[in-house]
Every structure is written in C-alpha cells, then in structure tokens.
C-alpha cells in the first residue's frame, strides 16, 4: 500500500444552505485530519453572485492527484453543482491545492493551484491550517495587500 501523503482541498459555496453543503462535503472525505475556519468572502471573476463560504481542508492519504481530482467532481456532483458560467454561482466547488510538494502538470489537473497565490479566499484558510507553508516554495508570490477577494474568519465549520 502507498505511503499517505499531505495534501490540501479547496472547498467553497455560495448557493443554498452553504454551511451545510460544506459540512456534508467534508464528512464524505474520510482521508480529512484537519479543517480551516470558515471564511465568508467576496465573489472574484466579475459575475453578480452572492458571498461564498471557503474552508480548506488537510488530507492524509493515498490517493493520487488525479484520484483527489476525481474525488472533488464527485463531491460537486452529489451537491448539484452545474457548470454553465465559468466562476459563477455554486452549490459546490472543489479543487485540488497542494500535493505533498509535488508539481502536478496534466491536461485536467496543475498542482499547485495555479491561482491560488492571487486569492485571499484560498490562501487565509491554507494558511490557519498550516502557517508554515508561507515559506513554501510552491507558494511563491502570495501577497494579502495584492491577492484579491476580501474575506472574514466567521469562526469554525
């Protein structure tokens, strides 16, 4: 059996009951050690949409990127999520940040996340997880005065 790898998810809903659609997300993933606080946060991408709860959450486990990748359209699919306005209005998005400290570059999947560095609503709950990936080559370039999205610790999950 694989050695369990760290690796963190990026979850985020701005449609129906968002707490609780983020709540049933987490408790499928059976792999999750440690979960962010929630973060309210402003909508990016210029689409008119209401404010999203963010969290991420810290994984041990043996699956691949690929197989993480997978896992999060499951998620979104259980929690109804259509894709028909690119960073429009979701019951449920789930992406893939970090993979031990690998580089991911396939078709369908680049590990890091490549806009992660530019937004609060990622990086504020990465970091309450694991502070000490600030120093992270992966994470280079991540400023909060320039990273967009205006977000505000709302307390735990």
């Not at 690796?7 to 408790?27: P, Q």
């Not at 369908?108 to 996340?113: G, I, K, M």
């Amino acid at each position: 059996m694989a050695k369990p790898v760290q690796a963190f998810l990026g979850l985020g809903s701005n449609l129906g009951d968002r707490r609780a659609t983020l709540i049933e997300a987490v408790g499928e993933v059976y792999e999750v050690v440690a979960v962010s606080p929630l973060y309210e946060t402003e909508p990016v991408g210029g689409v008119e949409q209401d404010a999203f709860y963010n969290i991420v959450v810290e994984l041990e486990t043996t699956r691949t990127p690929l197989e993480l990748l997978d896992l999060c359209h499951e998620l979104e699919q259980a929690q109804g999520r259509v894709r028909d306005v690119r960073w429009g209005p979701r019951t449920l998005d789930v992406d893939v940040l970090l993979y031990a400290d690998q580089r991911v570059d396939e078709p369908n999947l680049t590990v890091p996340h490549p806009r992660m560095v530019e937004r609060n609503f990622v990086m504020a709950p990465l970091l309450d997880l694991a502070p000490g990936l600030i120093d992270s080559p992966l994470l280079v370039g991540y400023d909060p005065e320039t990273a967009v999205g205006t977000v505000a610790n709302i307390g735990p999950l």
